[in-house]
Antibody, heavy 121, light 116 residues
């Protein structure tokens, strides 16, 4: 079964740090770019970051540049999001999603169940 | 940055009747390869989003054929030929165009579909 499972969410104070993880199974992880998408309470979806198969390319939404770092460990079939200098507005459910392959675009075809990050004092 | 604008914000629907959602992008999503890099997603209440349509008009695996995507350039439409009760939720369009070496994604604001 193709699956993504996020973990690492929790309550953190403003200015603090948190590392999210996403473990993939059921597909060849190294074949795909991977994305993080978040959803603030009662709001719509916001794309956060994307990473290429071998981590050579990383792109971020402007609001997290310099604060968030996306990474992956292909040996562990895992995706990460290191979040620092967290703000109230980073409070959201964070989803990892399977993105494109180099020569094939197929949308965000696989999503995890999400992990909740709450930034509050 | 590419901005995606959806309309309407809310769409009351009647089971068995058709429904349509519009999405407009601030830049053309038509790639030189002939594909439009726009997707449609449905987020049912309490669930993660699910892919319905990619590359403008290609249905994702397992998606019923009552869902169809159309459009090119900057104007796109998701149509449901006959709405069913299980189709309620929030629909999002998303651009996935790669240009000038950049890979970014942008979602529209969402359209909430609910039964009348």
């Amino acid at each position: 079964e193709v699956q993504l499972v996020e973990s690492g969410g929790g309550l953190v104070q403003p200015g603090g740090s948190l590392r999210l993880s996403c473990e993939a199974s059921g597909f060849t992880f190294i074949d795909y770019w991977m994305s993080w998408v978040r959803q603030a309470p009662g709001k719509g979806l916001e794309w956060v970051a994307i990473i290429s198969q071998v981590s050579s390319e990383k792109y971020y939404v402007d609001s997290v540049k310099g604060r968030f770092t996306i990474s992956r460990d292909n040996a562990k079939n895992s995706l990460y999001l290191q979040m620092s200098s967290l703000r109230d507005e980073d409070t959201a459910v964070y989803y990892c999603a399977r993105d494109r392959r180099p020569a094939e675009y197929g949308g965000l075809a696989v999503w995890g169940q999400g992990t909740t990050v709450t930034v509050s004092s | 940055d590419i901005v995606m604008t959806q309309s309407p914000l809310s769409l009351p629907v009647t089971p068995g009747e058709p429904a349509s959602i519009s999405c407009r992008s601030s830049q053309s999503l038509l790639h030189s390869n002939g594909y439009n890099y726009v997707d449609w997603y449905l987020q049912k209440p309490g669930q993660s989003p699910q892919l319905l349509i990619y590359l403008g008009s290609k249905r994702a695996s397992g998606v019923p054929d009552r869902f169809s995507g159309s459009g090119s350039g900057t104007d796109f439409t998701l149509k449901i030929s006959r709405v069913e009760a299980e189709d309620v939720g929030v629909y999002y369009c998303m651009q996935g165009l790669h240009m000038q070496g950049l890979q970014t994604r942008t979602f529209g604001g969402g359209t909430k579909v609910e039964m009348k």
